[in-house]
């Protein structure tokens, strides 16, 4: 069955590095996205992805972060100088328009992100 | 921002015993998503709700949507250690974002 995977699973940075965090969507969906955890709440959307733009960010979504679709199938989220608050999980989701009444998203494994 | 609002927060149950776990939100959404997630994994979808008063049935696990599109329950019959998990609704709005619920956490005990 396709699945969405993300790379690393676990990465640890010091506070003002970039890092880049890493997603292979199923192959045939076209709508991706970026959510993340912070432990103990909520899973929050990011951003979403579309024929190579942004379709929609949410607040968090600020000028630290940007994403790629650099190749046939990679999308990446980028965040320029993490902050001790990035520290979360991060999760890629991929959809395919599923006809009236939306999207089915499926999510990957996360990547959790401490910055020290 | 649309909310939803998922109760309990917790539910302890012994083996065989049955379940309701409800999503609730003062907003339409067009379609909503369960999830379950497991510690430290991302969420796994369940079953997307789509019409206004739909029931769907995943072998012991039956989802409704309410009428009016704004709330949504699970029920799971006759529960089963495996059904031990982090449940999570989610809904989704006209721009295609998911707007989760901070989740019911599920203990089925032996």
């Known amino acids: 069955e396709p699945e969405v995977t993300q790379t690393p699973s676990h990465q640890v940075t010091q506070m003002g590095q970039e890092v880049i965090l890493r997603c292979v969507p199923i192959?045939?969906?076209?709508?991706f996205y970026w959510y993340r955890q912070i432990l103990g709440q909520k899973v929050e959307f990011l951003v979403s992805?579309?024929?190579?733009?942004?379709?929609?960010k949410s607040e968090i979504f600020d000028d630290q972060f940007s994403v790629e679709r650099p190749d046939g199938s990679n999308f990446t989220l980028k965040i320029r100088s993490t902050k001790l608050e990035d520290s979360a999980m991060y999760f890629c989701?991929?959809?395919?328009?599923?006809?009236?009444?939306?999207?089915?998203?499926?999510f990957g494994p996360g990547t959790r992100l401490t910055v020290t | 921002t649309q909310l939803l609002e998922q109760s309990p927060q917790f539910l302890s149950i012994q083996e065989g015993e049955n379940l309701t776990v409800y999503c609730n939100s003062s907003s339409v959404f067009s379609s909503l998503q369960w999830y379950r997630q497991e510690p430290g994994e991302g969420p796994v979808l369940l079953v997307t709700?789509?019409?206004?008063?739909e029931v769907k049935k995943l072998k012991r696990l039956t989802f409704q949507f309410g009428d009016a599109r704004k709330d949504s329950s699970l029920h799971i019959t006759a529960a089963q250690p495996g059904d031990t998990g982090l449940y999570l609704c989610a809904g989704l709005d006209s721009w295609g974002k998911l707007q989760f619920g901070a989740g019911t956490q599920v203990v089925v005990t032996p």
């Open positions: 989701a991929s959809s395919e328009w599923v006809g009236t009444g939306g999207y089915e998203q499926y």
């Open positions: 709700v789509v019409t206004g008063g």
């Open positions: 192959s045939n969906h076209l709508y």
């Open positions: 992805f579309y024929n190579n733009e942004i379709s929609e």
